[in-house]
């Protein structure tokens, strides 16, 4: 089944612990792209990746690093997390350059930083 | 800058009623646009889409035209089931290959 897989789904944190959210597709995607989603403000790209070893910042990349080592996956990184960092996250996926706006998403993964 | 702005919610709309959901775009170049839908616990699925001005996008039911005059996309439906209830998101890919989102628009179509 084609899909994009997040983990974990849901996570509690603390003020300036590392953590990792993890993103994986199974449809050899080129394109790759991490939002978020906080009430009133919709969606925002925070980062986002053509192919494997090219990432460039979206709209709110402050906070965030990204790598894309293999084609599968695309971890979203958080240093040192602060309570504005409390949000719902999406991981979605697009095939080839001429069909990147076709966005498949994950089921998202509700982040809370204490 | 690039911008997207879709009408407030939420809409509540009887069964087989029209239905609109304004968007507005600000965009430097020609961006493709974007409806997206959200059901309650899922992540959002593409509905349709335009790339160039006067595209007509549709599916299910719904349809978008690209609208360069009045950088509009609004969307439509003629007859909304109890099933289309979810948030709908305008969208706008700049050349660049960044996404920008409306707010979102929530839709109850109740009985």
């Known amino acids: 089944e084609a899909q994009v897989t997040q983990n974990p789904r849901y996570l509690i944190t603390v003020t300036g612990k590392k953590l990792t959210v993890t993103c994986s597709q199974n449809m050899n995607h080129e394109y790759m792209s991490w939002y978020r989603q906080d009430p009133g403000l919709g969606l925002r790209q925070i980062y986002y990746s053509m192919n494997v070893e090219v990432t460039d910042k979206g709209d709110v990349p402050e906070g965030y690093k990204v790598s894309r080592k293999e084609k599968r996956n695309f971890p979203l990184i958080l240093e040192s997390p602060s309570p504005n960092q409390t949000s719902l996250y999406f991981c979605a996926s697009s095939a080839r350059r001429d069909r990147v706006g076709e966005q498949y998403f994950g089921p998202g993964t509700r982040l809370t930083v204490t | 800058g690039n911008s997207v702005t879709q009408m407030e919610g939420p809409v509540t709309l009887s069964e087989e009623a029209f239905l609109t959901i304004n968007c507005t775009y600000t965009?430097?170049?020609?961006?493709?646009l974007f409806w997206y839908v959200q059901y309650p616990g899922e992540g959002l699925q593409l509905l349709l889409k335009a790339t160039k001005a006067d595209d007509k996008g549709s599916n299910k039911g719904f349809e978008a035209t690209y609208r360069k005059e009045t950088t509009s996309f609004h969307l439509e439906k003629g007859s909304v089931q109890v099933s289309d209830s979810a948030v709908y998101f305008c969208?706008?890919?700049?050349?660049?290959?960044?996404?920008?989102f409306g707010t979102g628009t929530s839709l109850t179509v109740i009985p």
């Open positions: 965009a430097t170049g020609y961006p493709s």
């Open positions: 969208a706008l890919m700049h050349t660049g290959n960044q996404f920008y």
